[in-house]
């Protein structure tokens, strides 16, 4: 039935658009002429025949298009309606409706609408409060290694430990989605065991072998951030060790057989432990080429084993190890000349020719004869008291696990609360004496719920929907996950436990020493990490024979440029705007040549200004942005645009219908087109063109850049010069990235409103519904009044009825919605969602 | 203060524990004695779900002759062996992964054959080897064994609308519980057969296990207080799955491991991925061989993998390979990547016809699905899917079939069927009309 209405909306939208070609009235077809009125920013119902006009003819209780009903709904009637109706502001906010090809109401009705609309539905939030409310939250795996951080002082790979968690609206932290499994669950209860025995350390510690495996292209020319300046290539491992005692270094396989490539230069290869050189050997030269070329692989055999069995005495606990090579002067460079070295000085061969013995694989293996543990950083976390003797071992037990698991519940702790933890101390100290107790205890704090779980505890006795303000010890974690993405320190937890930090002078000092701190950079790598989607940057691998100026390291070039360049403008408290339209970023050589910038030199990253010729501008220009959104073989102006649509202006396309046809490669020996040309075919049709007529105007304006964000005037598959013109459906014309980008900023509120939504979805851990746009409006408006800095969006969230409130919900049921003239109610849909709209 | 902090590159900085190495093959570790069979008298089968992205290329799979002694196009060829326990059933259909962000919905719906609900927080349908697991699962230690070699595909295997739940697994556990998959073998070693380096340790292990869930319990119990009432129901969920485990580490403490030779922990992924495809594999083997398993389903890659095949001469990422625009080029190579992928399965399948069972092999105690839940990846459809049913099911399945239903039959009737087949007896399930007899 539904199918059947669908085909019906296109061909009605196909005719409309060929009556439109043929310069017809976009009244061609049999409906009503449309009734005259006058648009009225504060009348909804002044604005309704708006709707009659160019929305009933599918919303309505015959064909349902997007399970709405227009002519069923009232002016006066918005205000309950909510859910509908804030879908509808941002439909016409984003100009996805009515969709392209069909008639389109003047902008200042689309306007005047829009306003009343939003007018009725801000004052309603009076009427209709919801705070909402999340469900028991768990921490997840990012959380988790920061909040063991925090309380070790340990670092730990949390992929390498726990399960990836799922994903909702783009983040990792939304409380409905972080489930429990049995998989989960027996990871996690191991992942304390291995936490607390690495935090303890442990002197009886077995041999055993860690591999530590590099990347097969990282280019081992260029100097590596992390080790000492003066070497290149290589490898930097960061790993705790157990126990004190000898670790035998073996780096395997450096020169392969068969070919043997890198061995005529003298290379000299180093390791170092903490920036302290403790073995160097050479490798290579004449001696080394003269054995591989007389004696084979039993040559091969003999230099490979200079490189292995190197034993050395280490401490526990963490440390820093660096197995590279000496760079030598420039006056003997050691640069090969490959044939296809595309980026002079980086050595990156796509031919995957090696560019020299490549430091891929290093194993330690130890303690052997394990002397002990030294004090290490954990350890002196952990051992507040020492006892001297057996009577005092009890006691210091108590204080230490008391004061760990204040720190891991977030909260005060009572006598029951450590009660499990000394009964395992108790077993471990008779297993094996004081330290394996406290590790036991440990292990007994860590696999808890009341670590594992955030809850938001309602006062005795709360009605089912009635609102409570959560308990400020709650507060305290709801603050630190949000800005550093772990838990509360000692002096939220003391602001929390006595009940203060909800007054609004303690809560703003609290938030502005919070964004100062180091921890607050969690908001780059996490929240604006995911907001932007740059995991996605690992799934990209241009094609080498395409893209010779690729390299794997660009990558990481990438992300660590966003990163400063976002941490910049985080830290200094700058207008969120500056996202798009600041004129400075950080380049390392490689990027700067990669950008076309020059007299950048080193492997260090370097703040520089770059001037308009360079397109650089804000997050359009940069490479994170433009890789991520690209294919293997050529750009993508669908995925740019919509990018650009979900992430800058919060109105994301839908996704696209089932059996569609592909995008047209170019054939094996047929004739390229430009991606352009390409897609121009598929746009001709109307069905398509209801969302790519939106999408790809603002992708092709960027086509100036290629899949792997380099400046280009001309599209080398075709040929041809680069068109990267296009129309928005404003009317407005572009030219390219920069007019793009003056596009966005002429829109600046719905770029901020975009952020803040991403913003408080990450801090409240939760989906956003249609009952928190009055807030999230609310707090852009009020934001505007100093340029929209960050720190005033943050506090705004805080402050936020949704941030400190919360809505007692019955068991297993959803905050009770209101009612909405809908036929079917979508299972709690996004706000972002449209039902299916025709098309 | 941001800007001065140390940066590290993370690709070149390994942390913790080290990262991939080369592999122990796996291939020692299955030694000619017995293995744990079944002391039951009549043993019910083990169920084997093994799940291949983007369909298949369906004129180089579906055999041209129908009935018995059929053809083996270039994709089925690697299963020529198994003939006599092979059964290819063609014209089938899952509606229930028909929505515009298919990759997203298409892994989650195809053991279960209902459509899933649009949302984040996912209610999608039981699927069947859970129903097994409910059904046969209970007395092992794991009841069901969830396997797969990339943690997630690429983008489009999460939406926005349904989010990531249906497109990162195949099983569902209840409507609201995906299972993820567990796609490192040094995890997996351990989930089978436990921490700790040596038999010894692991006994140590296993009893401070036994003690870590009663203090869990206790807490939950604590923390239950300060919850509402909503909450208190999710608290719920996860003591369930608290006793599920106590439950599993009771049968870990009594079992015996003396007919398996067990291998050292590996280390890691693996950096190639057909040795991690066979490392995978070789563990689900082991698993059924120690009986610590009786269903087991496994995604072979992801759902928009990007995996290139580079080891087999196929460069291309698997995913956008698999849109291969009818150009015959990529199809071939497209086929080449499925035949791949169907001989690393035919070698699973070898090593579970060479595992002595009680008076039979394994092999002839498993039921194996194999297929994919989408057709043409060209055109994201399901229809016809491809569908392989292997092994001899303790004598339930007659083999050597080639099976053609009517257009669009449900695959949910062979589902029927399978379960059946299996001893669980089952009317219907998803948009199932019927069952399968001929099978």
């Known amino acids: 039935m539904k199918a059947g209405l669908i085909v019906v909306a296109l061909m ?130 990012t959380e988790y290694a920061n909040a063991i951080a925090d309380l070790l002082d340990l670092k730990i790979d949390p992929a390498a430990l726990l399960p990836r968690d799922d994903k909702a609206d783009g983040f990792d932290n939304v409380a409905d989605v972080l489930k429990v499994s049995p998989a989960f669950l027996e990871q996690y209860l191991s992942a304390a065991r291995q936490v607390s025995v690495e935090a303890v350390g442990n002197p009886k510690a077995r041999t055993t072998s860690r591999i530590f495996q590099g990347s097969l292209e990282a280019g081992q020319y260029v100097h590596l951030e992390g080790l000492p300046l003066g070497t290149r290539g290589g490898l930097l491992i960061e790993t705790d060790l157990p126990a004190d005692g000898d670790y035998e270094f073996n780096i395997n396989g450096l020169i392969g057989a068969g070919y043997v490539w890198g061995v005529m230069d003298l290379n000299t290869l180093i390791i170092t432990v903490d920036d302290v050189k403790v073995f160097e050997q050479n490798l290579g030269g004449d001696a080394d080429l003269t054995a591989v070329d007389v004696d084979q692989a039993a040559g091969v055999g003999r230099i490979n084993a200079r490189f292995l069995n190197i034993r050395r005495h280490l401490t526990a606990g963490p440390h820093r190890i660096g197995v590279t090579y000496l760079e030598k002067t420039a006056a003997e460079s050691n640069e090969v000349l490959n044939g296809f070295n595309t980026v002079a000085g980086m050595s990156y061969n796509v031919n995957g020719n090696s560019d020299g013995p490549r430091i891929q694989n290093v194993e330690i293996k130890g303690p052997i004869d394990a002397k002990g543990v030294s004090d290490t950083p954990s350890r002196a976390k952990i051992f507040a008291c020492y006892p001297k003797s057996a009577a005092e071992e009890l006691p210091c037990a108590r204080q230490i696990l008391s004061s760990l698991a204040e720190k891991a519940f977030r909260r005060p702790v009572t006598g029951e609360d450590v009660e499990g933890a000394l009964s395992f101390y108790d077993g471990g100290r008779k297993q094996g004496g004081f330290d394996v107790g406290i590790q036991k205890g440990l292990m007994a704090i860590l696999v808890s719920p009341k670590f594992l779980y955030r809850t938001h505890t309602p006062p005795a006795n709360t009605a089912a929907g009635a609102e409570f303000r959560i308990r400020d010890a709650d507060l305290a974690s709801r603050l630190s996950f949000f800005l550093w993405s772990s838990a509360p320190d000692a002096e939220l937890v003391r602001l929390g436990a006595s009940g203060q930090l909800h007054q609004p002078e303690v809560l703003t000092k609290q938030v502005k020493r919070m964004l100062a701190d180091p921890r607050a950079h969690a908001l780059v790598t996490n929240f604006a990490f995911q907001w932007l989607n740059v995991h996605g940057l690992q799934l990209v691998e241009p094609d080498p024979n395409l893209f010779p100026a690729y390299t794997p390291d660009l990558i990481d070039d990438f992300t660590r440029e966003l990163e400063l360049f976002l941490g910049e403008a985080f830290e200094n408290d700058r207008p969120v705007t500056d996202l798009l339209n600041a004129n400075y970023t950080y380049v390392n050589e490689r990027l700067a040549l990669h950008y076309g910038v020059r007299g950048v030199r080193g492997g260090r990253f370097q703040r520089v200004v770059l001037g308009d010729e360079f397109h650089r501008r804000g997050l359009l220009g940069k490479g994170a942005f433009l890789m991520t959104t690209s294919y293997a ?43 352009r040309e390409r897609l121009e075919s598929h746009r001709s049709q109307p069905s398509c063109n209801a969302c790519h007529g939106i999408i790809d105007p603002l992708g092709l304006a960027l086509e100036n850049f290629d899949a792997v964000g380099q400046w280009r005037e001309k599209d080398i598959d075709a040929g041809a010069g680069i068109d990267a013109s296009g129309k928005l459906t404003d009317g407005t014309r572009l030219h390219g990235v920069d007019d793009l980008r003056k596009a966005l900023l002429a829109r600046q509120d719905q770029f901020v409103q975009t952020f803040t939504e991403n913003l408080m979805t990450f801090g409240l851990g939760r989906t956003l519904r249609y009952y928190d746009m009055p807030t999230v409006r609310g707090i852009v408006r009020k934001s505007a009044n100093d340029g929209y800095r960050l720190s005033t969006l943050v506090l705004g969230i805080v402050n936020s009825d949704a941030f400190q409130m919360e809505r007692a919900v019955e068991e297993k049921t959803r905050a009770p919605e209101q009612k909405v003239a809908s036929r079917e109610e979508p299972a709690k849909t996004t706000l972002f969602d449209g039902g299916q709209t025709g098309p | 203060m941001f800007i001065t902090k140390l940066h590290l590159q993370r690709r070149t900085v390994l942390k913790g524990l080290g990262a991939a190495v080369g592999l122990p093959l796996l291939d020692a570790m299955i030694p000619a004695a017995t293995a744990l ?395 199932s009309t019927g069952e399968f007899t001929e099978i």
């Open chain 1, 12 to 141: 009605v939208a196909g005719t409309a658009m060929a009556a439109d070609q043929a310069g017809a009235a976009p009244t061609a077809d049999a409906s009503p002429a449309p009734k005259a009125y006058t648009p009225n920013p504060h009348s909804v119902a002044a604005n309704w025949p708006l709707l009659e006009n160019y929305c009933v003819k599918c919303h309505n209780a015959t064909d349902w298009a997007g399970s709405v009903a227009f002519d069923t709904m009232q002016p006066d009637s918005v205000a309950g309606e909510g859910e509908i109706w804030e879908k509808a502001v941002r439909k016409l906010r984003g100009g996805l409706m009515p969709p392209p090809g069909k008639p389109q109401p003047d902008p200042a009705a689309r306007q005047a609408l829009m306003a009343s609309l939003i007018e009725v539905l801000d004052k309603a939030q009076g009427t209709y409060p919801n705070p909402g409310s999340v469900v028991l939250h768990r921490l997840n795996r």
């Open chain 1, 633 to 675: 073989n050529r750009t993508t102006p669908v995925l740019r645009g919509a990018y650009i649509l979900e992430k800058f202006l919060g109105t994301p396309p839908q996704a696209p219908p089932p059996a569609v046809q592909a995008f047209v490669e170019t054939q094996e020996g047929g004739v390229a087109l430009t991606v």
């Open chain 2, 37 to 431: 069979a079944d002391t039951a008298a009549a043993a019910k089968p083990r169920m084997i779900f093994v799940y291949f992205p983007h369909g298949a290329v369906m004129d180089k799979w579906t055999p041209k002759k129908e009935g018995a002694d059929f053809d083996f196009p270039q994709i089925l060829a690697p299963l020529k062996p198994f003939q006599k326990q092979l059964t290819i059933v063609s014209g089938l259909e899952n509606k229930s992964a028909i929505a515009a962000p298919v990759h997203a919905i298409t892994p989650g719906t195809w053991l279960s054959c209902v459509p899933p609900r649009i949302s984040h927080d996912p209610l999608g349908g039981v699927t069947i080897d859970q129903m097994a697991a409910q059904a046969i699962g209970q007395d092992t230690p794991i009841p069901s064994l969830e396997v797969a070699t990339e943690e997630q595909g690429g983008e489009g295997s999460c939406d926005r609308n349904y989010g990531c739940s249906y497109g990162k697994t195949i099983s569902f556990r209840t409507p609201s519980t995906p299972l993820p998959m567990e796609h490192n073998p040094r995890k997996l070693f351990q989930q089978l057969f436990g921490q700790g380096d040596t038999a010894e340790e692991r006994v140590l292990l296993t009893r401070e296990d036994q003690s870590v869930l009663d203090l869990v319990l206790h807490d939950a119990a604590d923390l239950n207080r300060t919850l509402g009432a909503r909450d208190q129901a999710l608290l719920d969920d996860y003591l369930t799955t608290v006793r599920e485990l106590e439950r599993r580490v009771q049968k870990v403490a009594g079992r015996d491991l003396k007919g398996v030779n067990l291998p050292d922990t590996p280390a890691g992924i693996p950096a190639r991925f057909d040795e991690h495809m066979k490392l995978m594999f070789d563990l689900m083997a082991l698993s059924l061989q120690a009986n610590i398993t009786k269903v087991i389903t496994f995604m072979m890659a992801a759902e928009v993998s990007n995996q290139p095949y580079s080891f087999i001469g196929v460069a291309d990422a698997f995913h956008p390979l698999s849109h291969h625009s009818n150009n015959a080029q990529k199809l071939d190579r497209l086929a080449k990547v499925q035949a791949f992928n169907t001989q690393m399965f035919a070698n699973f399948v070898k090593k579970l016809q060479a595992t002595p069972n009680g008076e039979s092999t394994m092999l002839d105690q498993s039921l194996i699905l194999f297929g994919s839940n989408m057709s043409n990846s060209n055109l994201h459809d399901h229809y016809p899917l491809p569908t392989a049913v292997l092994g001899g099911a303790c004598g339930k399945l007659k083999g050597n079939q080639h099976l053609k239903y009517p257009d669009r039959t449900p695959i949910a009737n062979l589902h029927v069927a399978l379960l059946n087949r299996a001893g669980i007896p089952t009317k219907s399930l998803g948009d």
